[in-house]
């Protein structure tokens, strides 16, 4: 993932309100995966349980990261695997492109990695002069368009039919109805072609298994069956959090993972891979690499804040119940990683004054911590970033006036009854769209609030206080005042 995002949050989430298909299209997307989530785990029994086991495996395998790695990587050795360690993105991608160029590739295919996405790989690849074809068939769709997943699990939500089909007309050069059949069928032809054209295979990882050195793949595809076995060279990308210790502890992932995900009890395809091919075996890659990524995440480790950042295990849960994806989509956060994790995770790997701002893209209202199925408390992270963006003096010059006069009021009983007086006044005033318009006018600091939302309503004021000699029952007991 570049370090570099392009412009201000708030024009782009204001390009993304513009967009009605866009906000369509993903509240449509998240209200059935929300549907599917509350299905999937209610069929488990106690969820919270579940929960509550599945955060215990996260936070212990964080806490003994280093232990885990080194065992993984001892179990994954004797297994015939190659595995190496890339401290940033720009290694990571060095040490592919050196593995892909040794087996004198020309064409690599790939099956969904968000890590990948992070690394920036495609782009790297292709500037070698290496053809990358994304495999999964979302990530196809925005690899022909030119842009990145707007979506963790399903990166094509904001794609109409129609755009779906101009981009494989012009990828095949042949006209094509607009039917999903037809479009399906395109594109399960031309990823074959590559499945059996390509040299390399690039997978991500969902889990490493400590115990036996094994990688855990979670698709609903069946292409990441054909990127591991078809190609002679198999490179896996991993972060080096992505471990869990045990098998039994897998299985535990492999119950609340895919419920968190899309609702379903299992992933349609669960592959796990231990080496390379063996002497005797029909298929399976005769080389196989892992890189375990780096790029920030032990900068993380022992943070009381943000340790518990490393637990997430990239289900999308946390994107599917956020206020303010529903609204804007994931492109308008710039990054790679969207969404309430996305705010976190982004301003945590790289210290722009870009990435920094993701953490105002949240109303904290906490559904995402309730989503979550390893209990990542993100709105207590957002808080804690918004703390550190007013220490580095990352906030706008008019937030902190407005935060100084803020606390003046709230400090003083004269001005806040003044300050409650003027709001119902402005109440009164804006109870219609056109007064609101009016009003924003006037005050252009309201503008960006009355554009979208009313004035919310304040409580009425208290009663006055009753006369000394009144007769009051007190919660400790006393009768009189």
């Not at 179990?75 to 015939?80: H, Q, V």
């Not at 069946?222 to 502890?249: D, F, K, Q």
């Not at 002497?279 to 920030?296: K, Q, S, V």
């Not at 990683?337 to 209202?365: D, F, H, K, R, W």
Request: hydrophobic share 45%; net charge positive; aromatic share 6%.
């Amino acid at each position: 993932m570049s370090a570099e995002i392009h412009g201000q949050l708030s024009d782009r989430a204001r390009a993304a309100l513009g967009d009605e298909f866009l906000r369509g299209a993903v509240r449509f997307t998240v209200d059935r995966l929300r549907a599917g989530k509350a299905h999937g785990t209610a069929a488990l029994g106690d969820w919270e349980a579940w929960r509550d086991s599945a955060q215990e495996i996260r936070r212990h395998t964080i806490a003994h990261l280093d232990g885990y790695l080194a065992e993984f990587t001892r179990n994954a050795s004797a297994s015939g695997a190659s595995v190496h360690f890339a401290a940033d993105a720009e290694e990571a991608r060095h040490l592919a492109l050196a593995i892909t160029r040794k087996s004198e590739a020309q064409l690599v295919v790939k099956s969904k990695s968000m890590v990948s996405e992070e690394v920036a790989l495609n782009d790297h690849f292709e500037a070698a002069g290496i053809k990358v074809v994304e495999t999964d068939l979302g990530e196809w769709i925005v690899q022909l368009a030119h842009e990145t997943p707007s979506h963790l699990i399903l990166p094509a939500i904001h794609k109409q039919r129609r755009q779906i089909q101009e981009l494989f007309e012009q990828e095949g050069s042949e006209k094509l109805a607009p039917e999903t059949s037809v479009l399906a069928a395109f594109a399960r032809r031309r990823l074959r072609e590559a499945f059996l054209e390509a040299d390399v295979g690039i997978t991500g990882c969902n889990f490493a298994i400590a115990e036996t050195g094994s990688v855990a793949l979670f698709t609903n595809e069946g292409n990441g069956r054909m990127v591991t076995t078809l190609p002679r060279v198999h490179i896996v990308l991993m972060g080096m959090e992505r471990i869990v210790p045990t098998w039994e502890a897998l299985e535990v992932m492999a119950n609340v993972l895919p419920r968190s995900a899309t609702g379903q009890k299992l992933t349609t395809y669960l592959n796990v891979l231990t080496g390379p091919r063996r002497p005797g075996e029909a298929d399976g890659a005769t080389e196989m690499h892992i890189i375990i990524l780096d790029n920030g995440r032990a900068a993380l480790l022992g943070d009381p804040h943000f340790q518990d950042v490393l637990n997430c295990i990239r289900c999308g849960a946390c994107l599917n119940v956020c206020p303010v994806y529903r609204q804007i989509g994931g492109h308008a956060y710039g990054a790679v990683y969207s969404g309430p994790i996305g705010a976190v995770l982004t301003p945590l790997l790289y210290s722009s004054p870009q990435a920094a701002e993701l953490a105002n893209a949240s109303s904290l209202c906490g559904a995402c911590f309730e989503a979550c199925p390893v209990k990542i408390p993100l709105h207590d992270m957002l808080i804690e970033l918004r703390r550190r963006n007013v220490e580095r003096g990352l906030t706008p010059v008019t937030e902190r006036l407005g935060m100084k006069f803020f606390a003046r009021v709230a400090t003083s009983s004269v001005l806040w009854g003044m300050a409650r007086r003027l709001t119902r006044l402005l109440q009164r005033i804006a109870h219609t769209p056109r007064r609101r318009r009016w009003l924003a006018r006037l005050l252009p600091p309201l503008r960006p609030w009355l554009q979208h939302r009313a004035l919310p309503v304040l409580k009425p004021a208290p009663a006055p206080p009753l006369n000394a000699g009144s007769s009051v029952k007190q919660p400790w007991g006393s009768d009189h005042v």
